[in-house]
Antibody, heavy 121, light 108 residues
Framework: EVQLVESGGGLVQPGRSLRLSCATT????????MNWVRQAPGKGLEWVSG????????DYVDSVKGRFTISRDNARNSVYLQMNSLRIEDTAMYYC??????????????WGQGVLVTVSS | EVVLTQSPGTLSLSPGGRVTLSCRAS???????LAWYQQKPGQAPRLLIY???SRATGVPPRFSGSGSVRDFTLTISTLEPEDFAVYYC?????????FGGGTKVEIK
C-alpha cells in the first residue's frame, strides 16, 4: 500500500522559515517525480513545486520562486520543501503527491493527508 | 499559465440523478492532458480521471470523462450518496500545473 506522510507544519511568523518533510512507503520511490500541492483554508488546490526522480528537474509556481526549495533523498524515500520568507498568503494545507512519471510533472495518483502551515504574527 | 474555469460553482442534486461538470481551459491542452479529482471534507483529493477520459484504478464506471482541446466534461451517470464532494480538474500539459476552482456537488 502506498503511503505518503507529511510532517513539519505548524504556526510560524511572517518572514520566518519552515521545512516540510514527506516520508513514503509502498512504491519504488526513485522511479517517480514528486510534488507539493497546497490548499488555502476554504479554497481550491494549487500546485506549488515538483521534482524529478533524479532531482535534475525542479519547477515552482511563480509565487514561491526564490523562496521555496524542493529536494529529495532517494535513500530515505523522502521529499522535502524548504519554505523561507514565509508570507501570510502561504497559509495552507500542504499535500505531498506522487506523480505518475519519473521525469516530468503530470498528475497525482497518490496524496498524503496533508500538513497545515499557518503564517501569522 | 493555463487557466481552468469550472462550472457551475455548486450543483444541488438528489441521489440517482445524472451530473455533468464542465472544465474550460484558456488555451488548448496538448494531448488531452487533463485529470479530474474528487475531494471530500477533511480528506485529500482522490484521482478519478486522467488523459481526459481514462478512469483511475478502482474508480467506479459511473464516472466518465470526455472532451478535448479546451472543453472537458466529467459525468456521473447515477449519483450515489458517497459522490457528494468537490470536483477539480487539473491540466498537466504545461507548467505550472494548474487546477480549476472546483465544483461542489451537494445534496438537494
Amino acid at each position: 500500500e502506498v503511503q505518503l506522510v507529511e510532517s513539519g507544519g505548524g504556526l510560524v511568523q511572517p518572514g520566518r522559515s519552515l521545512r516540510l518533510s514527506c516520508a513514503t512507503t509502498g512504491f519504488t520511490f526513485d522511479k517517480y517525480a514528486m510534488n507539493w500541492v497546497r490548499q488555502a483554508p476554504g479554497k481550491g488546490l494549487e500546485w506549488v513545486s515538483g521534482i524529478s526522480w533524479n532531482s535534475e528537474k525542479k519547477d515552482y509556481v511563480d509565487s514561491v520562486k526564490g523562496r521555496f526549495t524542493i529536494s529529495r533523498d532517494n535513500a530515505r524515500n523522502s521529499v522535502y520543501l524548504q519554505m523561507n520568507s514565509l508570507r501570510i498568503e502561504d497559509t495552507a494545507m500542504y499535500y505531498c503527491t506522487k506523480d505518475i512519471i519519473p521525469l516530468g510533472f503530470y498528475y497525482f495518483d497518490h496524496w498524503g493527508q496533508g500538513v497545515l502551515v499557518t503564517v501569522s504574527s | 499559465e493555463v487557466v481552468l474555469t469550472q462550472s457551475p460553482g455548486t450543483l444541488s442534486l438528489s441521489p440517482g440523478g445524472r451530473v455533468t461538470l464542465s472544465c474550460r481551459a484558456s488555451q488548448s491542452i496538448i494531448s488531452n492532458y487533463l485529470a479530474w479529482y474528487q475531494q471530500k471534507p477533511g480528506q485529500a483529493p482522490r484521482l478519478l480521471i486522467y488523459g481526459a477520459s481514462s478512469r483511475a484504478t478502482g474508480v467506479p464506471p459511473r464516472f466518465s470523462g470526455s472532451g478535448s482541446v479546451r472543453d472537458f466534461t466529467l459525468t456521473i451517470s447515477t449519483l450515489e450518496p458517497e459522490d457528494f464532494a468537490v470536483y477539480y480538474c487539473q491540466q498537466y500539459g504545461y507548467t505550472p500545473l494548474t487546477f480549476g476552482g472546483g465544483t461542489k456537488v451537494e445534496i438537494k
